[in-house]
């Protein structure tokens, strides 16, 4: 499978193409011991955003030093599981995206995450997942999910992406209160004749 280096979460939520005014302090950049880099707040505590994409890592060993950060972008490593992840008490966006994840029963309550991407790993099952009370957005695209048995209820989800996986339905799909947006192309169940009717009239999803 062709791997992917685009970040669909950082074009609005990191870009800025406003002016410094005079006086303020401007973060700066400081490249890690992977090679990647991550934002400083003028302190000097790294924190803001950190962007460890296409380092081989295999794990979250030494992330520590970021529990401050707000953004997390760490696509295209080999991390298998979130079994070491540490405690971040402001994260909002994390892109795990084209790693070697296999199971989420040990993905972190994290309450602050508005923003999560899972996208081409190996998930099969929402099994064990936690109810994230701000999450907004959640991809998992491009995986083996079969169907969205013990996807917990998570009642600010406006967005769910589960394109490109094996759906031939959505059974077990919640009634999410939030839900605007259910991407699902590239599944089984979009060659079914009535899949856009059922949607509509049983769902109210577009």
Not at 14 to 36: A, E, I
Not at 183 to 197: I, S, W
Request: some cysteine.
């Amino acid at each position: 499978m062709k791997k992917s280096t685009t970040n669909p979460g950082a074009k609005s939520v990191t870009k800025s193409n406003s002016t410094p005014q005079k006086g303020m302090v401007t973060p700066k950049k400081k490249k890690t011991s992977w090679g990647g880099s991550a934002m400083l707040s003028p302190s000097g505590a790294a924190s803001v955003k950190v962007v460890l994409n296409q380092e081989n890592l295999s794990s979250f060993e030494g992330f520590e030093k970021y529990h401050t950060s707000q953004f997390l972008y760490v696509r295209d490593n080999l991390i298998g599981s979130f079994a070491d992840f540490p405690v971040f008490s402001t994260l909002r966006i994390l892109d795990v995206s084209f790693n070697n994840l296999k199971r989420l029963d040990d993905f972190p309550y994290i309450e602050t995450l508005e923003q999560l991407f899972l996208n081409g790993n190996g998930l099969n099952s929402f099994e064990g997942f936690p109810a994230l009370p701000m999450l907004e957005l959640f991809s998992v695209s491009h995986n083996d999910f079969q169907s969205l048995n013990c996807l917990p209820m998570l009642p600010k989800l406006g967005i769910l992406g589960v394109a490109g996986n094996s759906l031939r339905s959505l059974e077990g799909l919640p009634l999410f209160p939030s839900l605007e947006v259910i991407r699902v192309a590239g599944n089984p169940l979009t060659k079914n004749a009535l899949f856009m009717d059922t949607v509509v009239m049983a769902c109210n999803y577009t």
